[in-house]
């Protein structure tokens, strides 16, 4: 399974106007191609940070739809903001639900970068150490791990049932993340907090 996020910086006033336009309009038209399996997006409001995610059931999948692709992208940033969208691709090394998440629901991402002669101890890190204390922390929903083979960057996205949930558990997920990164030789390079604004992803459980 492989993923295509776009980062968009987007100006405040615009955000919601940029979340219709990818659930009514984009949504429905990226489903119909090929291998698409789902689609989400991640809102901070303070930042404007905004990233679309689509995923892909083969790499070859996600590769032949960037042409097609790239004027749709580049229609939402130029609506939501200015300059162009940062576009990366990723495989999903791990995806664990627990259940779906609900309006409201919230994310934590964090993006890393791992020698990738080490990238494989540091998914099992992820998946042995870091996913079964997730999954004890309270609103605990879902949590992600993309990964770049070639670089060694990661990104791991864990949500919760609500913004109250994410804020309560801070602390405890910072004393976490700090243990896992270090014993799977990460460096974490950002951290961010968003809404869950579109959750549309059909991604099977990938442990």
Sequence with gaps: MYARSTTINA??????????????????????????????????????????????????AMR?????????????????????PKVEEWEIAVLHRDHRSAEGACVRATW?????AN??????????AALPRLEDLAGFCSASLL???ASGRC???????SLEAMDNNREAA????????????????DVGEFELA????????LT
């Design 174 to 189: 910072a004393s976490m993340r700090s243990a896992t990164t270090k014993d799977a030789g990460a460096e974490v390079v």
């Design 11 to 60: 100006r405040p006033e615009s955000i919601d106007a940029g979340i219709t336009q990818l659930r009514d309009e984009v949504m429905p038209m990226i489903l119909e191609l090929d291998g698409c399996i789902g689609l989400s997006m991640l809102v901070d409001r303070e930042s404007g940070r905004c990233i679309a995610t689509s995923a892909w059931q083969s790499e070859e």
């Design 64 to 84: 032949a739809t960037d042409e097609e692709l790239r004027p749709v992208r580049d229609r939402l940033a130029d609506q939501m903001g200015s300059g162009s």
């Design 155 to 161: 990104v791991s996205s864990v949500s919760y049932d």
């Design 198 to 205: 579109l959750a549309h992803l059909r991604v099977p459980e």
């Design 119 to 128: 990238l494989e101890r540091a998914i099992d890190v992820y998946k042995m």
């Design 147 to 149: 990964i770049d083979r």
């Design 112 to 116: 890393m970068k791992v020698d990738p």
